[in-house]
Nanobody
Framework: EVQLVESGGGLVQPGGSLRLSCAAS????????MNWVRQAPGKGLEWVSDINSGGEIPMYADSVKGRFTISRDNAENSVYLQMNSLKPEDTAVYYCAASDSGYGSDNAKDYDYWGQGTQVTVSS
């Protein structure tokens, strides 16, 4: 059992930055790939980023590559998403999600655990 709680969302102007956090509980946290998945208003899920269990291999969707940075601290049971150069199209609810392996899926069935989500709004 893994429980996830996101925080750090809010309102930011285009070009601004935001840092999302995901706090996890459960002794098996370090066994999972951790992902950030977002859902814009009226749209489906979009995979954003992933990091492997050891934290050595971050992966990103093309839409955020070069702007977002994912990291994890297994000792703190935490995952982070640093978002820079934010654009209005980044507006979405951002979810932290755990998966056994792999990355890049927009299908909710490919994830084992989900957080409650945190709202990110990029607007002038």
């Amino acid at each position: 059992e893994v429980q996830l709680v996101e925080s750090g969302g809010g309102l930011v102007q285009p070009g601004g930055s935001l840092r999302l956090s995901c706090a996890a509980s459960g002794s098996t946290f370090s066994s999972y790939h951790m992902n950030w998945v977002r859902q814009a208003p009226g749209k489906g899920l979009e995979w954003v980023s992933d990091i492997n269990s050891g934290g050595e291999i971050p992966m990103y969707a093309d839409s955020v590559k070069g702007r977002f940075t994912i990291s994890r601290d297994n000792a703190e049971n935490s995952v982070y998403l640093q978002m820079n150069s934010l654009k209005p199209e980044d507006t979405a609810v951002y979810y932290c999600a755990a998966s056994d392996s792999g990355y890049g899926s927009d299908n909710a069935k490919d994830y084992d655990y989900w957080g409650q989500g945190t709202q990110v709004t990029v607007s002038s």
